[in-house]
């Protein structure tokens, strides 16, 4: 029988390539974002396309750190 705390724990290896992966699509979903936004010639639909990537890759960024402080802050049983 595993230690809970283990199977509960942010920093296991498996989670940890997940998140290098995740991050770098991340990245590079921001980095295409705005290259869709500074290429010419843009229609609205190239702007929010764009605009749409970069939001996708902030929200996800954004929650997964907030998770990951919210769990370092929990006392430890």
Same mark, same amino acid.
């Given at each position: 029988?595993?230690?809970?705390? %283990?199977?509960?724990?942010?920093?296991?290896?498996? %989670?940890?390539?997940?998140?290098?992966?995740?991050?770098?699509?991340?990245?590079?979903?921001?980095?295409?974002?705005?290259?869709?936004?500074?290429?010419?010639?843009?229609?609205?639909?190239?702007?929010?396309?764009?605009?749409?990537?970069?939001?996708?890759?902030?929200?996800?960024?954004?929650?997964?750190?907030?998770?990951?402080?919210?769990?370092?802050?929990?006392?430890?049983?």
């Amino acid at each position: 029988m595993q230690n809970p705390e %283990k199977e509960n724990s942010a920093w296991t290896l498996k %989670k940890n390539i997940v998140r290098v992966f995740a991050y770098s699509f991340c990245v590079f979903l921001i980095w295409l974002g705005f290259y869709t936004l500074t290429n010419s010639p843009t229609t609205p639909k190239d702007k929010l396309r764009g605009i749409g990537e970069i939001v996708a890759a902030c929200v996800y960024l954004y929650v997964d750190i907030k998770i990951l402080i919210s769990k370092n802050k929990r006392p430890n049983r």
